[in-house]
């Protein structure tokens, strides 16, 4: 009789939805271990910002950094679609869900770390012009709005939110990329894009603005922050 009911409020092999408590749970879990790499960040990069000619360090020191880096700065804006994992799948799928997500951040930081060179002022203001004409693209604006849906895969996930977020990065990357000041704005913004459908009203005067910036920088050689 007890299996009776049983089966009849869960198909078998299903996963019971999870429950409001343990949707706390799995959101503070998810926002203890950004905090937790927001501070591991900022112990590792006391002192190695220098502009735009910051060296990245050896690689295994970066990767490591890197991965820290991008849980702290992505997850609390994942934490959405964290939530709806856990609400479809139950607990046990978030572990995968966030574990391939970093996964994929920690991949693109095999390319940053190939691609990247110490530069000049004026390779860093057209890369922030680049990525101010980049917020205003198509692109932008499909990848921006896959990260506001549910997402069965963290690497699906993380794909749209690399494409999404890439021109934020290369602005924190071109200006100092062991600056903990420019990955704070950066963060901040990539977190309030992660939580809000695109606007017209908002996107638009802060792509001019980044291209302005970028403008700024070729034209007064001079960094900002």
């Known amino acids: 009789m007890a299996d009776h009911r049983f089966g009849s409020a869960y198909a ?11 949707s706390a749970v799995v959101l503070a879990g998810t926002l203890g271990l950004a905090a937790a790499c ?22 295994g ?3 490591a950094l890197w991965v820290a880096m991008m849980a702290a700065m992505m997850l609390p ?9 856990a609400r479809a799948a139950g607990a046990r799928a978030v ?21 990247y060179r110490p530069h000049g002022l004026t390779a860093a203001g057209a890369l922030v012009v680049g990525a101010g ?26 794909l749209c939110c690399v494409g999404s977020t890439i021109g934020l990065m290369l602005i924190w ?31 638009v005067p802060l792509a001019l603005a980044i291209v302005g910036l970028g403008i700024w920088i070729i034209v007064a050689q001079t960094a900002p922050l």
Do not use: H
């Open 95 to 115: 572990p995968v869900f966030v574990g391939s997500y970093v996964a994929v951040w920690a991949l693109a930081g095999l390319g940053v770390y190939a691609a």
């Open 38 to 59: 927001w501070g591991v960040v900022v112990w590792q990069m006391n002192g190695m910002d220098m502009g735009t000619a910051t060296q990245l360090g050896s690689f």
């Open 173 to 203: 990357l071109a200006l100092g990329a062991m600056s903990l000041a420019w990955m704070s704005v950066i963060a901040v913004v990539v977190l309030v894009q992660k939580l809000w459908p695109a606007n017209l009203a908002i996107d």
């Open 61 to 63: 020191f970066f990767a």
């Open 12 to 22: 078998v092999g299903a996963t019971p939805p999870t429950r409001p408590r343990g």
């Open 133 to 158: 004409i980049y917020e205003l693209t198509p692109v932008k604006r499909y990848f921006r709005q896959r990260c506001l849906e549910s997402a069965s895969s963290g690497v699906w996930f993380g």
């Open 77 to 85: 804006g994942a934490a959405p679609a964290v939530l709806r994992r």
